[in-house]
């Protein structure tokens, strides 16, 4: 598929869409840094810490802005490829924003409405999952609770493809789950440690209890 300029300024057009920062746009009057505050990470659930009707503000413009940009420049008929591949521009542009100086979210809310746009009903299934496993979380206050209900939906959204839709799918699916899985490595560390503290303090729970007896 050769890359003409209409497909290179369509493609630039997603990631300036994508690079859009709604969570700084959000925190405007708070005297809140959210690139400073909590996770330092501009999304939704570092918005959440801080103000909840803000966090809805942040999530409908991370959403809004990747079926935006499916919808602004993915033609019926375009190749497969080139609706993954404005789609990704998009996910990617939120995650290295130039506004931000190249910094920026995970991408999860970015990516959900890109495949909200171009898999709705398995989209839909997914985000489905995602507000359940994360209101879930949130109540039995799992560590990561959002990683962990982003990286289901979408490894959910990845077998749906392989199962429905075909393997080209699947691929493109299984790519940006990777992207997703590398973008949350940080949150990943904060789990395994909390897991390898909770298991180093059952036998000292263990230990004490005998000693009460």
């Not at 991408?107 to 709705?120: Q, R």
């Not at 209900?149 to 699916?173: H, I, N, P, R």
Request: aromatic share 12%.
């Amino acid at each position: 598929m050769p890359l003409d300029w209409s497909i290179l300024f369509r493609t630039f057009l997603c990631f300036a869409i994508g690079s859009i920062p709604f969570a700084i746009i959000a925190m405007k009057g708070t005297g809140i840094d959210i690139l400073q505050a909590g996770s330092r990470n501009p999304g939704f659930n570092n918005v959440l810490r801080f103000s909840k009707w803000r966090a809805v503000l942040t999530l409908i413009g991370d959403f809004g802005k990747g079926m935006a940009a499916i919808w602004l420049v993915h033609r019926p008929g375009d190749p497969l490829a080139l609706a993954w591949l404005y789609g990704a521009a998009a996910i990617v542009g939120h995650c290295y924003s130039p506004f931000l100086k190249f910094r920026g979210g995970k991408g999860i809310a970015t990516s959900g409405g890109v495949m909200l746009m171009l898999y709705p009903p398995w989209a839909s299934i997914c985000l489905a999952f995602y507000t359940a496993a994360r209101v879930t979380g949130g109540k039995m206050k799992i560590v990561e609770a959002g990683m962990l209900a982003s990286m289901g939906a979408w490894m959910l959204f990845t077998v749906l493809m392989a199962v429905f839709a075909g393997m080209q799918e699947a691929v493109y699916a299984a790519a940006l789950t990777a992207f997703a899985g590398w973008r949350h490595r940080s949150n990943f560390r904060i789990l395994l440690e909390a897991r390898r503290n909770a298991a180093l303090r059952e036998p000292e729970q263990s230990t004490a209890g005998a000693g009460s007896r």
